[in-house]
């Protein structure tokens, strides 16, 4: 493989010496960019755009092409290992997912099973196309959702306000939903060693909606599963340590929970004060976040100011990405974008000299 020539990132989650706060956005290729837009329109579907290998290289590309990120994030959905399950899954516009066979009786779910990865080759395939594309210049990120926040689009089939047939077999079936946590934990933990393999060179793991749950529910029903996928990972590849970041969306309240997971840093939505969270992990794991999306719609003033106060509180020292706290609304202008990556890097240096 070719030598890396920003591994900024990588040092940053491992909590290693950086000249300057790496940055990268959750959903960095997507909708804000007219050119990602045009390239969707191409492939006729957001379905067959993550299917083409040669258009999910080129949309991957797209926004490093125009911003100075520290990464590139695989172009996928966290959905591809329920439509590999035989969930049947589609897509309506305006709407979002639905599955056409959600897992809302017994013996369906008694029949799940871990799928066949040949079935997310396309996935795999991307991987080495960006990886080959990038040719060293930025770190390619993998993902997956996690076994918890794919269970709930799985029994929902599709997406919720409430949960509520997740919930109720939560309550009332709990055996149900363990086999299918169990399941999906399996599942991830090759995922996205078959995503390191490719040439992944980190991953996160997208628990959108931990947040749902009550604080027993958690350490019940998530926590658990994301210590699982993240002990059977392949943590080295290409003579290099492949760090592992988990993101739970309202999971501040468990960072130190988390923070024991064995995974290497923590993602951080825009409600968690970035001070109080290193004090509450040390150097247990490095923090990735944290800006409120919406902060991109306000002045250039306004957002450098949100900037410098991101950067203040968590301080000197290595060991925090600069991220958003959600993934980046489509409504974007991505001349602001462009804003924030250069203040980030700009105003960053002065917290990593001696």
Not at 3 to 28: C, E, G, H, I, S
Not at 280 to 286: D, E, I, K, L
Request: a negative charge; charged letters at 20%; one cysteine or more.
């Amino acid at each position: 493989m070719t030598v890396l020539k920003n591994d900024t990132f990588l040092r940053a989650l491992l909590n290693q010496p950086v000249k300057y706060t790496p940055v990268w956005l959750m959903r960095q290729a997507g909708r804000y960019l007219p050119e990602y837009r045009a390239s969707r329109a191409k492939a006729g579907s957001f379905l067959d755009l993550c299917h083409n290998t040669d258009l999910a290289t080129e949309v991957t590309l797209q926004p490093l092409d125009r911003f100075a990120l520290d990464a590139a994030i695989l172009f996928s959905d966290i959905l591809t290992i329920p439509d590999a399950m035989g969930l049947g899954l589609h897509f309506v516009e305006g709407e979002g997912p639905r599955f056409e066979r959600p897992l809302q009786n017994e013996e369906d779910i008694n029949s799940l099973q871990v799928p066949d990865m040949s079935k997310l080759r396309y996935v795999f395939d991307a991987v080495t196309s960006i990886r080959r594309a990038l040719n060293g210049s930025v770190p390619l990120i993998g993902f997956s959702g996690s076994p918890f926040t794919l269970a709930c689009y799985m029994v929902e089939g599709r997406g919720s306000r409430d949960f509520r047939h997740l919930k109720t077999m939560m309550y009332r079936r709990p055996d149900l939903l363990q086999r299918i946590l169990q399941i999906n934990a399996q599942t991830v933990t090759e995922y996205l060693n078959e995503q390191i393999a490719a040439g992944a060179q980190a991953v996160q793991i997208f628990d959108t909606w931990g947040g749902i749950l009550s604080d027993a529910a958690f350490k019940r029903y998530d926590l658990p599963y994301l210590q699982q996928v993240v002990s059977g990972l392949n943590r080295r590849a290409e003579n290099r340590q492949v760090p592992v970041v988990i993101f739970t969306k309202g999971g501040g309240l468990w960072l130190e929970q988390l923070a024991q997971s064995g995974a290497d840093a923590l993602g951080t939505d825009w409600t968690v004060n970035l001070q109080q969270a290193r004090q509450r992990v040390g150097t247990q794991v490095a923090l990735q976040g944290n800006l409120d999306p919406l902060a991109l719609f306000g002045s250039q003033d306004c957002l450098e100011l949100e900037i410098k106060r991101l950067l203040a509180e968590y301080g000197h020292g290595s060991g925090h990405v600069f991220n958003l706290g959600h993934g980046i609304n489509q409504y974007t202008d991505p001349e602001q974008v462009a804003f924030m990556v250069e203040t980030v890097h700009r105003i960053s240096v002065r917290y990593h000299t001696d």
